[in-house]
């Protein structure tokens, strides 16, 4: 059963209750006020002589006694039980939670819209940094990758739902051969902004495999974890021997977003948000705008650019070189 079919029949009970209630009232008032008014004027005719007169004390007895008595009449035919007033008041709860719920939609709606117009901004900007690096980029790639997130940062962090009082991290990871054993991978963070600053070669590598960023890149697939305090999050997401003291605190709802490039075997790289707010990135599937869309747009404007500037640089190596000769 529901709750508001539960809610019905509490109202109906309680409905029911009063009216009982009121019954017993105008039934116990009447026989209390309307007995006591009998008793005392019989009491008053017993004490009256044979063949006198009533004395004053026995005369004001009487008059009291058909003053109660008609007062008792009245109170028992004119009072009304509260049953109407309560269901008028249950009602006027129901409508009043709804437009409760109705204003808390519209501030949802206000605040996802605002979300959504940063999303855009976001996309704009990105795309004005791709038409720029038409012109070139220094830096290469990770020179571009880097005016991209320079471009629409503020943005996204405004888009993703990240609050002033929040510890977050948004971060862009490339797959690089790792220094100690170059036939696996490593995400190098090229890019980054934290509501706690770090310099980027303090931010941690991560070999494939290990982490959230590490099992994107891995299994090439988009991974959205509500609560890593969740049991047994920590023994499959967990940093392992990377771990730092602050982490448990910092890191708890994060989602990572494979960069995937067409024509590459695996991802060129992973972007990666946290939050230390439990359930910041979900999984459920209620409607509206979600946090973790701004993390899939950036991904995919940085797919963009590795593609486009890819194209370039096998257009440039294959295109005939012009010998001159003296």
């Known amino acids: 059963m529901d709750i508001r079919a539960l809610r019905k029949e509490l109202i109906v009970a309680r409905v029911d209750h009063a009216k009982s209630v009121a019954l017993a009232s105008k039934i116990a008032k009447g026989v209390l006020i309307l007995g006591g008014a009998l008793v005392a004027g019989v009491a008053q005719f017993w004490t009256w002589p044979k ?20 007062g008792g009449f009245f109170v028992a035919f004119t009072e009304k039980d509260a049953a109407k007033a309560i269901a008028i008041a249950d009602k006027t709860l129901d409508a009043a939670q709804e437009l409760e719920a109705a204003f808390d939609d519209i501030d949802t709606f206000v605040d996802e819209s605002g979300r959504l117009a940063e999303t855009y901004q976001v996309c704009l900007a990105m795309r004005g940094a791709i038409e720029q690096s038409a012109l070139g980029v220094s830096g290469g790639i990770d020179g571009l990758v880097s005016s991209l997130f320079d471009f629409a940062s503020r943005s996204l962090a405004i888009a993703i739902g990240f609050q002033q009082s929040d510890r977050w991290t948004l971060g862009v990871y490339k797959a690089v051969a790792s220094a100690t054993e170059p036939q696996k991978m490593v995400l190098k963070t090229i890019a980054q902004k934290r509501a706690i600053e770090c310099r980027l070669d303090e931010a941690r590598e991560w070999p494939e495999g290990v982490g959230i960023a590490g099992i994107c890149y891995t299994n090439g697939r988009e991974i959205v974890l509500p609560n890593l305090r969740a049991e047994g999050m920590q023994a499959v997401f967990g940093p392992r021997n990377l771990t730092r003291e602050y982490d448990a605190e910092r890191y708890v709802s994060m989602v990572a977003v494979p960069i995937k490039v067409v024509g590459f075997d695996r991802p060129w790289g992973v972007v990666v948000a946290t939050s230390n707010k439990v359930n910041h990135f979900s999984t459920d599937n209620q409607p509206g705008f979600k946090n973790d869309e701004p993390v899939r747009a950036l991904s995919a404007f940085i797919a963009l650019a590795v593609a486009m500037m890819d194209a370039r640089d096998r257009a440039r190596s294959s295109s005939p070189q012009l010998v001159t000769g003296g």
């Open 51 to 70: 063949g006198g007169s009533p004395d004053a004390a026995q005369l004001s007895g009487i008059i009291a006694t058909g003053v109660v008595a008609l």
